[in-house]
C-alpha cells in the first residue's frame, strides 16, 4: 500500500480521472433516459458512484507487479476494475463482458488511518496487469465510490518492478 516513493528500479503508474471519457458515459447514459432508449444488449452504463481512470504505460515490457499504492483521505471505499485491451473508447460504448475479475477493493475504516483491501484479489488484478501492459499502452479503469469517498478524496498507483 502506501509505502516508500518508488525505487529507481520501479515504475510508478498513477490511476489517473479521465474527466472526458466520463461525462461522455455520463451523457450517453442521460440520452438513453431521455429518449427512453435502451442499452446495447451487454452494454455498460456508467452509474452516478463510477468514473473512469487511466493509466498510461511508459514502459510496456519487463514489468512485474509490485503493488498498489491506494490512499483514501477520509474513511470510504473503492473498488478498481480494469477494462479489457479490446475496449477502445473512441469507438465502442464499454460492454460488461471486457470488465476484468477480480475487482481490486479498498478501504479505510473510521477512525483508522490505514488501508485495507482484499489481498488476493488485488495481487491477481495487478499481475493481470503487468502481462495486459505488455500489449496496452493505455489501460482505462471503472472506479466505484462508496461509503462517502468521491474521486477527489483517491489517490491510487500501481507500482512495478523493471526487470
Excluded at 464499454?94 to 479498498?106: G, N, S, Y
Excluded at 499481475?127 to 493505455?138: D, G, H, N, P, T
Aim: proline letters at 6%; hydrophobic letters at 35%.
Amino acid at each position: 500500500m502506501a509505502e516508500d516513493e518508488p525505487k529507481p528500479t520501479q515504475l510508478d503508474t498513477p490511476l489517473v480521472l479521465d474527466e472526458d471519457l466520463t461525462k461522455q458515459m455520463r451523457l450517453r447514459l442521460e440520452s438513453l433516459k431521455q429518449r427512453r432508449g435502451k442499452r446495447q444488449d451487454g452494454e455498460k452504463l456508467l452509474q452516478p458512484a463510477e468514473s473512469v481512470y487511466r493509466t498510461d504505460f511508459i514502459q510496456q515490457q519487463r514489468l512485474q507487479f509490485e503493488r498498489w499504492d491506494v490512499v483514501l483521505d477520509k474513511p470510504g471505499k473503492v473498488t478498481i476494475t480494469s477494462t479489457s485491451q479490446i475496449w477502445t473508447p473512441d469507438l465502442t460504448n464499454p460492454m460488461t463482458r471486457q470488465l476484468l475479475d477480480p475487482a481490486a477493493i479498498f478501504w479505510r475504516k473510521e477512525d483508522s488511518e490505514a488501508m485495507d483491501w482484499n489481498e488476493a484479489d488485488a495481487l491477481e488484478f495487478g499481475e493481470r496487469l503487468s502481462e495486459l501492459a505488455k500489449i496496452r499502452r493505455v489501460m482505462y479503469f471503472l472506479i466505484t465510490f462508496s461509503e462517502g469517498v468521491k474521486p477527489a478524496n483517491l489517490k491510487a498507483s500501481v507500482v512495478f518492478s523493471r526487470l
